[in-house]
């Protein structure tokens, strides 16, 4: 009933500039925390930033500086601005979000499908 679709990877120079967009669609009644995490070759899914509906933020120490997380409520869409991109970005970023449809009154945690980023000259 939820969907999350991830937008806007690709291949990039180091140093350049990429930004990734997800938009939850469905039955929604509510987002709370919308988020990106990555994964690459032989390495465990880590968090990339996270926001909350309250407005606080996290992200990783490896990217803080570089990447800014931002939403848009009234389309349900989160965005990942990446900046000054490293090879060691190289990754399959996912979108995560706690949602609550209206079929259910709780939140779930969804993900989209992946989007790749590719660093390299």
């Known amino acids: 009933q939820v969907q999350l679709v991830e937008s806007g990877g690709g291949l990039v120079q180091p140093g350049g500039s990429l930004r990734l967009s997800c938009a939850a669609s469905?039955?929604?009644?509510?987002?709370?925390?919308m988020g990106w995490y990555r994964q690459a070759p032989g390495k465990q899914r880590e968090l990339v930033a996270a926001?909350?509906?309250?407005?606080?933020?996290n992200y990783a120490d490896s990217v803080k500086g570089r990447f800014t997380i931002s939403r848009d409520n009234a389309k349900n869409t989160v965005y990942l601005r990446m900046n000054s991109l490293k090879p060691e970005d190289t990754a399959v970023y996912y979108c995560?979000?706690?949602?609550?449809?209206?079929?259910?009154?709780?939140?779930?945690?969804?993900w989209g499908q992946g989007t790749q980023v590719t660093v390299s000259s």
């Open positions: 469905g039955s929604i009644r509510s987002i709370n925390t």
């Open positions: 926001l909350r509906d309250s407005g606080s933020t």
């Open positions: 995560n979000a706690d949602v609550m449809s209206w079929a259910e009154p709780y939140f779930r945690n969804y």
